[in-house]
């Protein structure tokens, strides 16, 4: 949990995070933080936050921004309000470090989002973009779902993705993330450990349809899909490769 003052750096994205104001200090209603650029610094990824408005009052430096179709730099004075649902990214427009005054309205979980994309870049679980690997990705894109989505079919993003999160989750990789954001208990309470892909959704998405668990000789308790997965060589070799 972030408290005012705290700071946050991401080794991979050049990103400093100051946190202002945080969501306990507004009960949930704002967060705040200072945002500084790296002179070749910039959000790991053009994003989607579904239901929180993001402003940017740039106090120092220049700063681009991709906001919808329409680009724009903007420098010390300026202010870009991103409202919800809108896609945006941005990146430090100069040689030198930019300074923003970001606000998140409601802050939500922000604050966790962005202590596990630092974590997970110390970890050397990103990519050099700072997106996080593929199945670190699926399991980041399902915890916080509500906070950030991908611009384009966000429907049909999670309907790939539950496979990875649940590739990932039988690898014992949900364990090593929810450590690095920072889970007491290893898991967040009530969610949870998806038993098959498309698993662990809220309850106001539709169900994927999936195969009854069976027994297969030789291997007691291990449910028929599973035994499936690990019997088909290409997704072996993909389930390798994406970790």
């Given amino acids: 949990m972030a408290v005012s003052g705290q700071v ?3 080794p991979i994205s050049g990103e400093r995070f100051i946190f202002h104001t945080t969501a306990d200090d507004s009960a949930g209603a704002l967060l705040a933080f200072e945002l500084v650029l790296d002179p070749d610094g910039q959000v790991p990824g053009g994003h989607v936050h579904p239901l929180q408005q ?3 009052q740039v ?3 220049a700063v681009k921004f991709r906001k919808g179709r329409r680009t724009v730099i903007a420098g010390p004075g300026d202010e870009v309000v991103v409202p919800p649902g809108a896609f945006h990214r941005f990146a430090n427009a100069g040689r030198e470090p930019a300074v923003v005054r970001v606000q ?3 802050a939500l979980r922000m604050e966790q989002l962005y202590e596990t994309v630092v974590a997970l870049a110390r970890a050397g679980r990103t990519l050099r973009s700072g997106m996080p690997k593929p199945l670190e990705l699926a399991l980041f894109m399902r915890e916080f779902e ?3 989505q991908a611009p384009l079919a966000p429907g049909l993003v999670r309907a790939v993705m539950a496979p990875l999160g649940w590739m990932a ?4 990789l949900d364990q090593r993330y929810w450590a690095l954001s920072g889970s007491a208990t290893g898991r967040p309470v009530g969610r949870p450990a998806p038993t098959h892909p498309g698993a ?3 309850s106001g998405t539709r169900p994927s349809p999936t195969r009854p668990p069976s027994a297969r000789p030789g291997h007691p308790g291990r449910p028929a899909v599973s035994a499936w997965l690990f019997r088909s060589r290409s997704l072996r070799r993909l389930h390798v490769a994406l970790t």
Avoid at 169 to 172: E, F, K, L, S
């Fill in 8 to 10: 946050l750096d991401n």
């Fill in 54 to 56: 993001e402003s940017f």
């Fill in 59 to 61: 106090q120092r430096g």
């Fill in 104 to 106: 998140v309205e409601p």
């Fill in 146 to 148: 509500q906070e950030v």
């Fill in 169 to 172: 989750a039988h690898r014992g």
């Fill in 200 to 202: 662990g959704k809220h």
